[in-house]
């Protein structure tokens, strides 16, 4: 749970201040570390579960602060959009039945979501990103109003000096921008802690590190983004680029993200990690610190360090350490925000029974991970199986390249079994959680392939909007019914509603692959291109992108039958012809609004236009779709 009471970095002085209180928490842990004072003799595991609120039609619904209230329990908190939620479970010993136990639990916090959720007409669901997002719900109006996300967005703006933006490329290719942080806000995980001792902190974050490729292969469930099939584990692009505050032009100084997955294998202390982020990336969040740690210590308590926990929170590594205090002993945990939210909650305890599996299993065979593999090919791994999923070819520890579901069902999950068997986890929950990441690794069939694999099945019938609220309503339901992915039928169109859902506002099946023309572009390329393309409206956009007229083909007609006998100029500018400034309309347009804009005008087509730049387009063709369901319905109910 991140610290809600802090200021953004615009007063030196304060951020001089909380930068002292940084190093005198490091000091102090430092300390703690040298005096042996941490919790010792027992291993414990935790999660935490960040989930996606939807309306009845699927999409984004902002009313995370309303179910706060509702629930009114602190291990429910916020997250930076206020259509997204999450909630934090206590850590469990890592022995016995803990895997069903953090399933139970997972369960119930899950139900009691979704309980508060309906009472309120809308519903929760887990998936990496929520395939119906499209980029106006992205929008500063939906950021949570709490005064930390304000901060951190502002924060990250100063720093970036240019907007946000998102270059993707994978089947097909998103390349957006964004005013706001708030792009980031696509993204929702379910991340899982595993306590260490510090003496063993490097040998176990660095096998955390050298499996993040495999687990994550197994686990993608975000391969769309705005309707676009982009990476399998898309949420790995997009949280690097939006937080990525480095500016163009610097390439000769080899700077870091703020997002990364790090630089170098951990040597000998998790003190290598806070210092070199320190020394790395400015604070961009402070807040009034209240405790001396040294007098905490002083008098036998464990601090807070709450002026570097906040810190550490502005410094997203994939692995991340983390500092806590439980029953009065410090402790730290490695916190993997790899795995993503879903498919289902069956399939969130498998992942996370893998990951554990693995590094304790690891740790009981290799003494030194970094003499087996390359922190080079870890990251090499961990990058290709972010784009390619099970596609993926990793290399491990014998150097040997090989297809990901061979090395995982070959090689690692052996590995993870021994390492949950010598934990004394359940056998019986052993079975059960990598007998799924088994039959899921088999089959081939990971979230994010399931998701594909219906977009294949619905094979581009009904518009984009309505096979994306297909594939949520098909989620919600297999989610409830609590089976895990690989068992899952594909999503089917008719589960996203018909046309009462799906056609509520214009950004859910406007045309995005617009054909534009340039002003001074010849007139003969509008007339060739409504024919190749069989359209009868094209926009025209400035050197910007910038909308400034749109050419129908009444105005084409005519220019044409104005310049008879003598025939038509063929060098004409389009500027000629084009009627400047046309009517436009918001992504967020109304069906009923669009149509009664249109009417009101006499206009057969409507640019839609976003942050002064064109987005989408929507003509009377798309409204037929829209009427035909409509009288199919009417039609095929009874007298």
């Known amino acids: 749970m991140g610290q809600q009471e802090v200021y953004d970095s615009s007063n030196p002085e304060q951020l001089r201040q909380f930068m002292k209180a940084v190093l005198t928490d490091l000091r102090a842990l430092e300390h703690m570390i040298n005096a042996g004072m941490f919790d010792a003799g027992v291993r414990r595991i935790g999660a935490e579960q960040e989930l996606i609120l939807i309306s009845q039609n699927g999409r984004p619904a902002p009313i995370a602060l309303q179910l706060l209230n509702d629930l009114n329990d602190p291990l429910f908190t916020t997250e930076l959009a206020s259509f997204n939620m999450e909630f934090n479970l206590p850590p469990l010993e890592y022995r016995d039945d803990c895997l069903s136990k953090l399933e139970a639990t997972l369960t119930k916090m899950l139900e009691r979501a979704r309980a508060a959720a309906r009472h309120r007409g809308a519903d929760c669901v887990l998936a990496g990103i929520l395939p119906t997002l499209v980029a106006s719900d992205l929008t500063h109006a939906n950021m949570t109003p709490r005064p930390r996300y304000y901060a951190l967005n502002q924060a990250m703006r ?8 998102l270059r993707i490329t994978g089947i097909d290719e998103l390349n957006i921008k964004s005013e706001s942080l708030m792009l980031e806000a696509c993204n929702t995980s379910c991340q899982v802690h595993f306590q260490v001792e510090p003496h063993e902190f490097a040998r176990y974050y660095n096998i955390a590190q050298a499996v993040a490729g495999p687990t994550l292969a197994a686990a993608a469930n975000s391969p769309l983004l705005f309707g676009r099939r982009l ?11 939006v937080v990525d505050t480095r500016l163009s032009g610097t390439e000769l100084q080899e700077r870091s993200a703020r997002v990364s997955f790090g630089r170098d294998w951990v040597h000998e202390s998790v003190l290598e990690i806070y210092r070199d982020d320190i020394a790395r990336f400015r604070v961009i969040l402070a807040t009034e610190i209240d405790e001396d740690p040294f007098e905490r210590l002083a008098k036998g308590e464990a601090p807070r360090l709450k002026a570097l926990q906040l810190y550490n929170s502005t410094v997203y590594r994939w692995n991340r350490p983390c500092y806590g205090v439980l029953n009065g002993k410090p402790g730290l945990r490695i916190e993997n925000r790899v795995l993503p939210a879903g498919p289902s909650v069956a399939d969130e305890v498998a992942n996370a029974a893998f990951w554990f599996g693995l590094v304790s299993g690891i740790a009981s065979e290799i003494d030194d991970i970094r003499r087996q593999m390359s922190f080079a090919i870890a990251k090499e791994n961990f990058v290709s199986a972010a784009r390619h999923g099970l596609d993926a070819h990793l290399t491990w520890t014998d150097g040997v390249r090989m297809p990901a579901q061979e090395l995982i069902a070959m090689r690692l999950l052996p590995l993870a079994r021994n390492g949950l068997t010598q934990s004394g986890v359940r056998e019986q929950d052993i079975n059960h959680y990598l007998g799924i990441i088994e039959d899921r690794v088999a089959s081939a069939k990971t979230g994010a392939s399931w998701q594909l694999r219906s977009l294949q099945a619905m094979d581009q019938t009904g518009a984009r909007g309505e096979r994306m ?4 309503a098909a989620m919600v339901s297999r989610q409830q019914a609590g089976n895990p992915c690989h068992l899952w039928e594909p999503a089917t169109l008719v589960e996203g509603g018909g046309w009462k859902r799906n056609y509520l506002r214009v950004d859910q099946y406007m045309t995005t692959d617009v054909f534009t ?29 910038r909308l400034v007229g749109l050419v129908s083909y009444r105005a084409l007609l005519r220019y044409l039958a104005h310049a008879m006998p003598h025939g038509p100029d063929h060098s004409v500018p389009v500027k000629t012809v084009m009627k400047r400034d046309p009517i436009t309309i918001s992504p967020e347009t109304s069906t009923r609004e669009a149509i009664e804009i249109m009417r009101r005008n006499k206009i057969a087509c409507l640019p839609v236009v976003s942050g002064g730049r064109l987005v989408g387009i929507v003509t009377e063709r798309d409204f037929m779709e829209i009427a035909a369901q409509l009288l199919e319905t009417q039609l095929e109910s009874p007298e």
């Open 158 to 165: 100063n720093l970036r000096g240019a907007e946000f933006e």
């Open 231 to 241: 990476w399998r584990e898309t949420r790995i692009a997009v949280f690097q680029q």
């Open 469 to 472: 609220s297909a594939l949520v």
């Open 517 to 545: 023309v340039h002003e001074d572009e010849v007139l003969d390329l509008v007339a060739n291109v409504m024919d190749w393309r069989k359209i009868r409206h094209i926009p025209v956009e400035d050197r910007e992108h």
